[in-house]
């Protein structure tokens, strides 16, 4: 077997608690939210009425929120617990450990957005099916849509993450200090060139997106590529920082 | 020449772990590393097992200086746990296993029997003096060129220290492998010795072969441990 998978399925297990909850609470709440009734449009506000649309967007949330600490987690773990020295004197490079970190905890990503995709999609239905309208957005460009935004997010927040620890490891001292002036730099680099970045990109075209409204069908041409491409070349940016760094100037 | 140093020294915050040392060691040699804490043997060790990089100075393992490759000839035994908690015994030899082609199984099934573990059990359920006896079946479940071993007698119970000891003279191949072994329990492994290097303060105090030590200075390692590298 090759080593990278040896250490994909090591990290598979090592955090397969956190994992599971991690699913469980996602497919909880959308289940939950999808056995509520759809709220009455006009209707007066209460928990009962919009939980149907609420849990399934919390579960959004949740998903996105947890995999940058997930990622971290999956670090930090293996410092606190000593089994780094383990790591370290493998013989393998070092970036592949992280690698493994990354596509683990990008799995539980996939497999969570997979999930909360399904269940955003399914509420837009029932909504629609309730007002006696078709859905707004074809199935095919909300899978499509949905899923370049959660892409384009996890590359992002896996760069900024993986840069973080690779920094982080490589200092013997004020590590935690290390980690977040980086990710403020980053952030702060990330903000500062969007837009010159974004216009250079807007070669790449804009998404056309076909909406329905009251039974007819508009194609609006309004979703630039060029924002996920930027979110997606600043994380695999950060990512080859973090995974060098790791590489070449962590030590025990 | 095995291990080549050549004058390195080692920095962390505020101290000197290591200064200016040089030595080498001889294939098949085995050489006991001794000192206090903090005389720096876990660092050069650390540097020799590819954990931490020098500062200044060279560190060569088999002609070449320490890197990936070499780790592929190196086994370290490190003064703390690294195994995982989580992992039962046989899962976490067979997980190192996958890493080095020329792990043998069978050997480690032979080696869990020899010190007493049970191949089922968590690794978290094991007591520290049971995890020590893993480290010593994980080290010599395949043919390495160099052992490093930190520590493997440290904060062990005396059962667990016997049967590591024994496993050391029943396991490490005489003649063959190298062996860098640094320990506090100098009368457990004296005999064991054949060259032998104390340290002080990140420098060599004392070194030379064991025996014409002993004669030259009319004293057991034990008692030049206390005289030299206290």
């Not at chain 1, 996105?64 to 393998?92: D, G, R, V």
């Not at chain 1, 952030?187 to 790449?204: I, K, N, P, W």
């Not at chain 2, 703390?80 to 908690?85: C, H, K, Q, R, T």
């Not at chain 2, 032998?196 to 303060?201: G, S």
């Amino acid at each position: 077997m090759n080593t990278w998978f040896v250490l994909y399925v090591k990290e598979l297990k090592a955090n397969k608690n956190i994992f599971l909850f991690l699913l469980v609470l996602i497919v909880g709440l959308v289940v939950y939210g999808l056995t509520q009734p759809v709220p009455m449009p006009g209707a007066k506000m209460d928990w009962e009425k919009i939980s149907g649309i609420v849990l399934p967007g919390f579960a959004v949330f949740t998903l996105l929120i947890s995999m940058p600490f997930l990622l971290a987690h999956a670090y930090n773990s293996e410092w606190k617990s000593e089994t780094h020295y383990q790591m370290f004197s493998l013989p393998i490079r070092q970036y592949k450990v992280s690698l493994a970190k990354i596509a683990a905890v990008g799995s539980m990503g996939f497999v969570g957005g997979a999930i909360v995709i399904v269940g955003m999609y399914i509420v837009q239905m029932r909504v629609s099916d309730f007002i006696g309208q078709p859905p707004p957005v074809s199935a095919s460009d909300f899978y499509f849509l949905s899923g370049l935004v959660l892409i384009a997010y996890l590359v992002l927040v896996f760069g900024l993450v993986t840069g973080m620890e690779g920094v982080k490891y490589s200092v013997k001292q004020y590590r935690g200090l290390t980690a977040a002036a980086f990710f403020i730099g980053a952030l702060y680099l990330f903000g500062r060139f969007a837009h010159q970045a974004t216009e250079m990109l807007d070669f790449l075209g804009k998404i056309p997106i076909q909406i329905q409204h009251n039974h007819t069908t508009i194609t609006y041409q309004g979703i630039g590529v060029a924002p996920f491409a930027y979110m997606i070349l600043s994380g695999v940016m950060l990512l080859i920082i973090g995974l060098a760094v790791y590489e070449k100037r962590a030590e025990i | 020449m095995i291990v080549d140093i050549q004058d390195l020294w080692k920095r962390y915050p505020g101290t000197w772990a290591l200064r200016g040392i040089s030595f080498g060691v001889e294939r098949g040699r085995v050489q006991g590393v001794l000192g206090e804490n903090g005389s720096g043997k876990s660092t050069l060790f650390r540097i020799l097992a590819g954990l931490t990089r020098p500062s200044k100075g060279t560190a060569e393992v088999m002609g070449q200086e320490v890197c990936t490759a070499t780790r592929q000839h190196v086994a370290y035994l490190a003064e703390v746990n690294p195994f995982y908690d989580w992992m039962k015994v046989m899962e976490q030899v067979e997980f190192l296993a996958r890493f080095y082609p020329n792990w043998d199984l069978d050997k480690s099934r032979e080696l869990l029997e020899f010190m007493g573990l049970d191949a089922d059990k968590k690794v978290g359920t094991l007591s520290r003096g049971q995890k020590g006896r893993l480290k010593v079946v994980c080290t010599f479940s395949w043919p390495s060129d160099l052992v490093l071993m930190d520590e493997p007698l440290a904060g062990i119970d005396p059962p667990s220290r016997k049967r590591i000891v024994e496993a050391l003279f029943k396991e490490f191949r005489f003649g063959e492998q190298t062996i860098l072994i640094s320990t506090h329990m100098v009368h457990e492994v004296g005999e064991f010795i054949e060259d032998v290097m104390f340290m002080k303060e990140g420098e060599i105090a004392l070194s030379g072969n064991a025996d014409a030590l002993r004669e030259e200075r009319g004293e057991s390692i034990s008692e030049m441990f206390e005289t030299v590298a206290m």
